[in-house]
């Protein structure tokens, strides 16, 4: 079983920068690829990136070029790094493991263990 704990949300003003970290428990952080999603009020959880065991990373359309994914296996953290954030990026932020895949994936069922989320707003 694998922990994920989130951290670095927070109260932002658009235009603002703002890194979360995903840390793992665990000594196979390597061999996940991870996700990160994020879920507003009253909307869908939806894909924001992913970083497969490679370093490979994909975005969706509203989060290239402003956010960067990273992780540091020794530490066993994953980073997502948010830059020029606007206001309809406020949600509740997630990052997600996959056991089975060496790329991420889109999809949150193909994720294996999840954190308990991080609140990032992002005032106007």
């Known amino acids: 079983q694998v922990q994920l704990v989130e951290s670095g949300g927070g109260l932002v003003q658009a235009g603002d920068s703002l890194r979360l970290s995903c840390t793992a428990s665990g000594r196979t952080f390597s061999s996940y690829a991870m996700g990160w999603f994020r879920q507003a009020p009253g909307k869908e959880r939806e894909f924001v990136g992913t970083?497969?065991?490679?370093?490979?990373?994909s975005y969706t359309d509203s989060a290239k070029g402003r956010f960067a994914i990273s992780r540091d296996n020794p530490k066993n953290t994953v980073y997502l790094q948010m830059n020029s954030l606007k206001p309809e990026d406020t949600a509740v932020y997630y990052c997600?493991?996959?056991?089975?895949?060496?790329?991420?994936?889109?999809?949150?069922?193909?994720?294996?263990?999840w954190g308990q989320g991080t609140q990032v707003t992002v005032s106007s």
């Open positions: 970083i497969g065991r490679t370093g490979y990373t």
């Open positions: 997600a493991a996959d056991k089975a895949r060496t790329y991420g994936t889109m999809t949150a069922h193909d994720y294996d263990y």
